[in-house]
């Protein structure tokens, strides 16, 4: 495998059309400040195009894909500004803010380094992978850019699509309307954006308890504040770590799953068995067993949940920002290790679930901290990600993405859930220590063929 870094052709911007947006602040609501200071969500997109040439897709691909980037922009113009914080602001201490010829910067690359490799299931290291996501640097201690966009060709073999995103602008649900939308305008060539969903800025859409913006506001002035005393450069533990981080993909296929299904249904689990259920107790039960934690310790997992539908009155799907409950689960090692740990870590995930109803929002502000906490201190399981987002269906004119990375999840050591490629399922992204990502591989198969065979 060739192993020269990228190079970098070009660093630009892209803004909305001139004087299509009026200059606008928006206010940051409760969900959004709590988003603010979890990691950028850095997704890669790998696009196969067997006779692709540098030459070939700057002069005749990379024109359309910043016009289209541009005319989407417009309609997702708080992606091409900033957050500001503004202590003495009667509209909020944090706010969007656009201006007329704000941008996003916009990376082209190229590179020799195998497609075919950084584009597999198999275990990668994170630094491969890091190359081929763009910064999104503070302007400043009180300005906050939202996105970062970078194309890097690999010649003759495909180009990669890498974005950064501030969670703190939007939750998958929003970044993958805008993905969308800007994809089917580039294949279609269209003069004015071909939206996925409109998006709606109205802050009155998004009813909540007063209380949770006071909450997560002081947690929002905290969190700034400790990271304006943390040194910015990465620490040698931090680097030593990372070096032996990996990422790696696992599928379910829909037949898999009805199966595991059927397997924890015999038990007649008293809960609602998902699609989503099935996936994170599978993947819980394989990490548990592949970290060989002690049987009587806690194993936690986490992940948000999209409070949209669940509120009354509902959240409109096109309404821009995070609108996010948090789910918390705890199990002892020793109930998810056992022979019938499948159905047990089903029956719990299930039970949290469906407990939720309504009342998504109680205590979410405490839940975001103790997630926080739990991160920090006992490295839970976090998911993220959603079947439904189906992130593989952007296709700008090159045919749909044969991969789609989270490379983000090198954070936390967290799972990421999406589609399957084709014909239903379930993708399943993970990061790990490279040992750890070994015994989890050998888990994972093990655990479906004895689970299956066992009918």
């Known amino acids: 495998m060739a192993s020269s870094p990228i190079k970098v052709l070009e660093q630009s911007t892209v803004s909305p059309p001139n004087s299509s947006v009026p200059e606008t602040s928006i206010p940051l609501s409760f969900s959004d400040l709590m988003c603010l200071n979890v990691n950028n969500v ?7 195009i067997p006779a692709i040439s540098t030459s070939h897709f700057v002069k005749h691909l990379l024109p359309s894909l910043k016009t289209s980037l541009s005319l989407t922009l417009q309609h997702f113009f708080p992606l091409a500004g900033h957050v500001i914080f503004s202590p003495n602001s009667d509209g909020g201490k944090f706010q969007y803010q656009y201006k007329d010829g704000d941008s996003i910067s916009f990376t082209v690359a190229e590179s020799d380094r195998d497609f075919t490799h950084l584009a597999r299931d198999d275990a990668r290291s994170v630094i491969e992978l890091e190359s081929l996501v763009p910064a999104l640097a ?4 009180d300005t906050t850019p939202l996105m970062a966009v970078q194309v890097t060709v690999f010649l003759s073999q495909g180009v990669c699509l890498g974005l950064t995103i501030n969670h703190g602008a939007c939750y998958g649900t929003i970044a993958a309307n805008f993905l969308k939308s800007w994809a089917a305008t580039c294949k279609s060539g269209a003069t004015s954006a071909v939206l996925s969903t409109t998006p709606l800025f109205d802050r009155s859409l998004f009813v909540y308890p007063k209380e949770l913006y006071s909450h997560s506001l002081e947690f929002a002035v905290k ?59 599978y993947v819980w039960t394989c990490q548990v067993r592949a970290r060989g934690l002690p049987r009587n310790q806690v194993a936690w997992l986490g992940f948000p949940v999209n409070a949209r539908g669940r509120l009354r009155p509902a959240v409109p799907e096109g309404y821009f920002g995070n609108c996010l409950g948090i789910c918390l689960s705890k199990a002892e090692v020793g109930e998810l290790v056992k022979e019938d740990g499948l159905r047990a870590a089903a029956e719990i995930l ?40 189906r992130f593989y269906d952007s296709d700008f004119g090159w045919g749909r993405p044969v991969k789609v990375e989270v490379v983000s999840l090198k954070n936390t050591g967290a799972m990421s859930i999406s589609e399957g490629k084709e014909g239903g399922g379930i993708g399943i992204g993970l990061a790990a220590p490279k040992m750890e990502m070994e015994r989890f591989s050998f888990e994972f198969a093990q655990g479906l063929h004895q689970l299956l065979h066992s009918f």
Do not use: N
């Not at 850095?42 to 196969?48: A, G, L």
């Not at 699609?275 to 994170?280: D, H, K, S």
């Open 138 to 141: 503070a302007v400043s201690a």
């Open 42 to 48: 850095e997704r890669i997109f790998f696009y196969s």
């Open 223 to 281: 969190s700034r504040k400790l990271r304006s005393v943390t040194p910015s450069s990465r620490t040698t533990e931090h680097d030593a770590a990372k070096t032996d981080m990996v990422i790696a993909s696992f599928w379910l296929t829909r037949d898999q799953i009805v199966k595991l299904k059927r397997w924890i249904s015999e038990k007649k689990v008293g809960v609602h068995c998902s699609t989503f259920v099935v996936a994170c107790a």
């Open 350 to 389: 299930g039970r949290v679930i469906d407990g939720l109803g309504d009342g998504v929002l109680r205590d979410v502000v405490d839940a975001w901290v103790e997630m926080g906490k739990k991160v920090k201190d006992e490295r839970p399981l976090l998911v993220s990600g959603s079947p439904g987002f």
